[in-house]
């Protein structure tokens, strides 16, 4: 496929043409308190997977909605913030926002900028690229998005519905919604990762891997970086990349992984029906697949093993560190080192009490820990925290009847791994993920509204034909 990209737009809208069916409008209209308007779905996020989702949604024709996201226009999601490497990690044939549009694929679109050839010469997808892309489909497929907007509250509001707080540029607004989708990214259940020992230390000293970091003020000094995976070894290259001096990446284990764990579970079978399993095998699942965590790919290591001032320090777990005359002086199970920066890249926790939008009810959603209790040689604390999502992929009550609006809050963040498999975060799960919540989401309101329809059959009287004189009375 090939051609301008004003021919693949016209295609592209051609296509949902052609493929608009059923196009019957099914969502009744409600209203709030005091003659309100409420949102049959609000989706918090407009990343690669708030976005797509809104995007089936209106293909279903759940059309009265709200997607925002509090970044500005063309930084929504990670891809031009703190996904710090050249590439996408994923192969360039992975598909999953076009939602089975040829026209909508990534393929499609490169091939129309660039050319075919380029494509066929292409290795990986670049993350500028990528980022321009999703914000294609948005503008093709004409997704509404309010930017910098970002939700701050949420509570139960009369006649079952969602009241939904939001932050503006203009002040705070409140919303009605019959659903939520947190789709707020991989720390949207909780809280990106330290050690605690470097957590007294004041800020000017560190950061996670999701921080805005001053990459150029590092030039010249030293920079530690822990963590063993893709976004440790990407943050100490843009490190290098920005002249630091020296950059040391600290291995907490003995041996580096090499095995990436998310390429052995990317086929229909796993991502489809993972979410079918019984609590002990999903367990099982998740437990080994997050306990590898993600891989260095071959690019990335190449790209931080160029740099003769990079070195690696395995079993180099942090237990101390203080201030010393203007540098931190870290004790670590590998020996003492000194650096001027440390990076923290060991990933996400689940902490609903971090989220203020989350924490007034935090402790009224259901987790893992609550549902099912493992064996003993599968026992992890960490992974107990995940919540616990109905088949619709919602929260649920930790005590039935304490919080029933939270089957109102779908969560469509890192933390929905553990009862669905990789979510609509990833790249090679989005061709499944996506339309399975967006299933879930309209499965709900099919239902919640099913006297409604009753109601609407039963006063149903549009004809098909006109009988002749000789029927006159039928």
């Given at each position: ?27 009744p209209?409600?209203s709030?308190?005091s ?20 995007h089936?949604?209106?293909r ?12 500005k ?54 993350a ?9 489909i ?28 939001l932050k ?16 707020t990214g ?9 050690p ?24 010249g ?24 001096r020296?950059?040391r ?25 993972y ?6 095998w ?20 190449d ?29 670590t ?59 619709n ?24 791994t ?16 996506t339309?399975?919540l ?28 006109e ?8």
């Open positions: 496929m090939s051609g301008t990209l004003a021919e693949l737009e016209a295609q592209v809208r051609r296509e949902l043409e052609l493929t608009a069916h059923p196009t019957l409008d099914w969502m209209n409600t709030g308190p003659g309100a308007h409420v949102y049959d779905v609000v989706i918090a996020g407009a990343g690669q997977g708030g976005l797509i989702l809104a089936h949604l209106m279903d024709r759940v059309r009265n909605i709200l997607l925002f996201d509090k970044a226009f063309g930084q929504e999601g990670v891809w031009t913030t703190y996904a710090r490497m050249p590439t996408l990690r994923s192969p360039k044939d992975y598909t999953g926002p076009d939602l089975g549009l040829a026209s909508l694929t990534y393929q499609a679109w490169h091939e129309a900028k660039y050319g075919i050839a380029d494509w066929d010469a292409l290795e990986f997808i670049p500028g690229d990528w980022a321009d892309y999703l914000l294609w948005r503008a093709v497929a004409e997704v509404p998005v309010r930017n910098e907007v970002e939700l701050t509250g949420i509570a139960a509001a009369p006649d079952d519905l969602l009241k939904v707080t503006t540029t203009t002040g705070e607004e409140q919303v009605y919604a019959r659903k939520l989708v947190l789709a991989q720390d949207g259940a909780g809280k990106w990762l330290a605690p020992c470097i957590e007294h230390l004041r800020r000017q000293y560190w950061a996670t891997t999701a921080d805005p970091i001053d990459f150029a003020a590092l030039k000094k030293d920079v530690a970086v822990l963590g063993a995976g893709a976004s440790a070894a990407d943050n100490a290259a843009t490190a290098l990349d920005a002249g630091a020296t950059v990446m600290f291995v907490r284990r003995e041996r580096l992984q090499r095995v990436q764990p998310y390429r052995w579970l990317t086929f229909a079978g796993f991502l489809r029906h979410c079918d399993l019984d609590d002990a999903r367990w099982r699942f998740m437990s080994y697949v997050l306990g590898l965590r993600e891989s260095i790919p071959q690019h990335t290591y790209r931080v093993r160029a740099f003769p001032n990079f070195e690696i320090i395995k079993g180099g777990g942090w237990n101390a560190a203080e201030e010393r005359d203007g540098r931190v002086g870290l004790e199970d590998a020996g003492a080192f000194d650096a001027d920066y440390l990076i923290s890249c060991i990933g996400m926790d689940v902490d609903f009490a971090a989220r203020p939008e989350l924490k007034p009810f935090a402790p009224h959603i259901k987790t893992w820990r609550d549902a099912y209790t493992p064996p003993a040689n599968e026992q992890n604390e960490r992974l107990g925290r995940y919540p616990y999502l109905d088949g992929g919602a929260y649920q009550e930790t005590n039935p009847g304490a919080a029933p609006y939270l089957r109102h809050i779908y969560d469509y963040t890192f933390a929905a553990m009862s669905f498999g990789a979510s609509g975060c990833s790249i090679n799960a989005m061709k499944i993920a339309p399975r967006a299933g879930g989401i309209t499965r709900a309101l099919f239902q919640e509204d099913a006297s409604r329809h009753w109601e609407t059959l039963k006063a149903f009287d549009q004809t098909v034909f009988p002749s004189e000789l029927d006159a009375d039928d």
